[in-house]
């Protein structure tokens, strides 16, 4: 079966998030969405995820899942949001609880934050799948990025968060607490060995050196052949190249409020004793 795709693209953060419609009901999985959030301000805004429920409606959609591929370090989720304006259940991989004991403590988020996933409602295991109407959809664990990235393998789409980039962009770094250059490798070898055909929709991109438009799908077959990371590179080779990138990329813009957020499936820190919601800067944790 082939999910119809729909693709949102948010330019400040580079972000792609998918509607993902299952094209035999009006039944549909909302992937990847995005709270906008201006550093500078402290100020949220609902324009990214408003487009995407207006898609919704306008087509008279049934949001079944609000997924997360895994908990992202360049742009808040708006799950929550969605949640409360077209409904769906929110989903992640069950090693968020890694996740969030390790960010737990670098934000000193105390005893009240829990670290079990019970902020999620669903906690996705590798081989468990899921239904949007008549369509299936499957999980594969994909770490290497974080320790909790999945990828959703919905018919011949496989929705590979920051694991892989278009096939001219390469692959995602590997130096966050809990990322391994190693995994990295073994978990892209899982989604290479999909049928050449698959369709693969990335959660980024930058516009490689020479391309002028942004771009989120290939297949497979063409990540095999040339991914600029990957095409006839050995694990160990890949490794050593990973690696050296990784020691001179800066940290994203947006982490600190992003991680903080998103560990707590898209909802913010609770509002202290002014009634007021505060984000906290870990000076020299990251």
């Known amino acids: 079966m082939s999910p119809e795709v729909k693709a949102f693209f948010d330019e400040a953060t580079n972000t792609v998030t998918y509607v993902v419609r299952d094209p035999t009901s009006r039944k549909c999985a909302v992937v990847?969405?995005?709270?906008?959030?201006?550093?500078?301000?402290?100020?949220?805004?609902?324009?990214?995820?408003?487009?995407?429920?207006?898609?919704?409606?306008?087509e008279g959609l049934e949001v079944e899942w609000l997924l997360e591929t895994h908990v992202h370090a360049d742009h808040l989720s708006a799950a929550p949001y969605i949640q409360a304006q077209v409904g769906g259940k929110i989903g992640i991989g069950e090693r968020i609880t890694v996740v969030q004991d390790v960010f737990g403590k670098i934000f000193n988020a105390g005893t009240e934050f829990q670290r079990d996933g019970s902020q999620f409602d669903r906690l996705f295991l590798e081989g468990d799948s899921f239904m949007i109407g008549q369509m299936r959809g499957d999980v594969l664990?994909?770490?290497?990025?974080?320790?909790?990235?999945?990828?959703?393998?919905?018919?011949?789409?496989?929705?590979?968060?920051?694991?892989?980039?278009?096939?001219?962009?390469?692959?995602?770094?590997?130096?966050?607490?809990?990322?391994?250059?190693?995994?990295l490798w073994e978990s892209m070898q899982k989604i290479l060995a999909l049928p050449d055909a698959t369709r693969i929709?990335?959660?980024?991109?930058?516009?490689?050196?020479?391309?002028?438009?942004?771009?989120?799908?290939?297949?497979?077959?063409?990540?095999?052949?040339?991914?600029?990371?990957?095409?006839?590179?050995?694990k160990e080779e890949f490794v050593a190249m990973r690696e050296a990138r990784d020691a001179r990329l800066g940290m994203p813009r947006l982490i600190v409020p992003s991680l903080q957020v998103n560990m707590r499936a898209g909802q913010m820190p609770p509002a202290e004793d002014n009634g007021t919601v505060y984000l906290k800067v870990p000076v020299n944790r990251l």
């Open 141 to 183: 664990h994909t770490p290497g990025h974080t320790p909790a990235c999945l990828t959703y393998v919905i018919g011949d789409a496989a929705f590979v968060g920051d694991t892989l980039f278009q096939p001219d962009y390469g692959t995602a770094r590997c130096d966050f607490p809990g990322g391994s250059a190693a995994t």
């Open 201 to 234: 929709f990335t959660c980024h991109d930058y516009k490689a050196p020479g391309r002028d438009s942004y771009a989120w799908e290939s297949t497979v077959g063409e990540q095999k052949r040339r991914n600029v990371h990957v095409a006839g590179r050995s």
């Open 32 to 58: 990847d969405s995005v709270l906008d959030f201006d550093y500078a301000s402290g100020r949220t805004d609902t324009r990214s995820a408003d487009a995407v429920i207006a898609h919704v409606r306008a």
